[in-house]
């Protein structure tokens, strides 16, 4: 990292952007291009979960190449000033790598939705058998992260 006074090394603060973030773009490569989606997510644990359709570009790509890139930011915040050189952004983020795997489990997928509808403040379930059968549910085990930071006043 070029700016070693902003980097974030401690897994918990890094968690913690994650878990306040509300969008996660997940970046993968189909072996031709590379293919980024914003997607909403939890984290549990030492990994990241999102829910799609049961078929589609993503998870086509995630079946043959499962080595994912992801990335959140966090809180965000604009400064201007009196001259056109005078502005600054303070942010926090965290960029990371991992594997995709499409859950199984009822009970994994049951889990991992009732994490992501407790985030966002939905009913945690019970979830109908018919509606599990309908969505796809996907684990990022999380290899490695790095998280940088710029803190400021206005």
């Not at 006074?5 to 970046?27: C, F, P, Q, V």
């Not at 915040?77 to 952004?89: E, L, V």
Request: glycine share 10%; hydrophobic share 40%; with cysteine.
């Amino acid at each position: 990292m070029r700016r070693n006074d902003r980097e974030i090394s401690d897994n918990e603060k890094m968690y913690s952007i994650l878990d306040k973030a509300t969008l996660l773009n997940l970046g993968l490569f189909d072996g031709e291009e590379p293919y980024v989606v914003p997607l909403d997510f939890v984290r549990v644990g030492d990994a990241l979960y999102f829910h799609c359709a049961t078929e589609g570009k993503k998870l086509d790509i995630i079946a043959n190449r499962p080595g994912v890139c992801f990335a959140v930011t966090g809180e965000t915040r604009h400064k201007t000033g009196d001259a056109p050189c005078d502005c600054s952004t303070f942010y926090e983020s965290v960029i990371g790598w991992g594997t995709a795997a499409v859950l199984n489990s009822v009970q994994e997928k049951s889990t991992a939705l009732a994490a992501l509808n407790k985030k966002f403040g939905a009913p945690e379930g019970p979830f109908p058998p018919a509606m599990l059968d309908a969505v796809a549910v996907v684990r990022i085990g999380i290899e490695r992260m790095t998280g940088k930071a710029k803190h400021g006043k206005m």
